[in-house]
T-cell receptor
Framework: SQQGEEDPQALSIQEGENATMNCSYK?????LQWYRQNSGRGLVHLIL?????REKHSGRLRVTLDTSKKSSSLLITASRAADTASYFC???????????????FGKGTLLTVNP | DTGVSQDPRHKITKRGQNVTFRCDPI?????LYWYRQTLGQGPEFLTY????????KSRLLSDRFSAERPKGSFSTLEIQRTEQGDSAMYLC??????????????FGPGTRLTVL
């Protein structure tokens, strides 16, 4: 079953604008990650935020995590046409040894960046 | 290219036929995962291996599905008596298996299955 829900389901912006996507999840987590998927391709890992972190940056990406609300947001600044893709959040709850094994994904946000 | 590879990339089959997919993980990774992704949805976990041992199977993995990783390297996913509902992208991922720390999963390009 899907753990999370991304919001919005689809987002269309102009090049240079910022894009914000949100993710909500249901159960306690160890980590939350964001992945990108170009049409018909595999998943590319973008950024990971641990459950004890609140904000993380990587290049043009900014991720926030609010464990009290079980939600996360991904901000892409100064978007480019090449950012056009589906974006998924994924959570892992870890096994008894404390390390992750399976990821639970949301349904994704389809981002279109118009030139 | 030393990433995760999957073969074939596309498979079209008729209902009732058997199909087998192969995944070659990154060579030093001892964990291997299979996910299934249907149109408009996120990937859903199917099963995972630690070396050659299959440690968990999702309820999505019916009796018609079987996965193996005989030597702890490549893995195969077989679907017997395919149904139209099996049409999906089948994704494989691999990761190191270091206990107690986060292990990033690296995904392959996927095998797209179409059952007619």
């Amino acid at each position: 079953s899907q753990q999370g829900e991304e919001d919005p389901q689809a987002l269309s912006i102009q090049e240079g604008e910022n894009a914000t996507m949100n993710c909500s999840y249901k159960t306690s987590i160890n980590n939350l990650q964001w992945y990108r998927q170009n049409s018909g391709r595999g998943l590319v890992h973008l950024i990971l935020i641990r459950s004890n972190e609140r904000e993380k940056h990587s290049g043009r990406l900014r991720v926030t995590l609010d464990t009290s609300k079980k939600s996360s947001s991904l901000l892409i600044t100064a978007s480019r046409a090449a950012d056009t893709a589906s974006y998924f959040c994924a959570t892992d709850a870890g096994d008894s040894g404390g390390s992750n094994y399976k990821l639970t994904f949301g349904k994704g946000t389809l981002l279109t960046v118009n030139p | 290219d030393t990433g995760v590879s999957q073969d074939p990339r596309h498979k079209i089959t008729k209902r009732g036929q058997n199909v087998t997919f192969r995944c070659d993980p990154i060579s030093e990774h001892n964990r291997l995962y299979w996910y299934r992704q249907t149109l408009g949805q996120g990937p859903e976990f199917l099963t995972y291996f630690q070396n050659e041992a299959q440690l968990e199977k999702s309820r999505l993995l019916s009796d018609r599905f079987s996965a193996e990783r005989p030597k702890g390297s490549f893995s195969t996913l077989e679907i017997q008596r395919t149904e139209q509902g099996d049409s999906a992208m089948y994704l494989c991922a691999s990761s190191p298996g270091t206990s107690g720390v986060y292990n990033e999963q690296f995904f392959g390009p996927g095998t797209r299955l179409t059952v007619l």
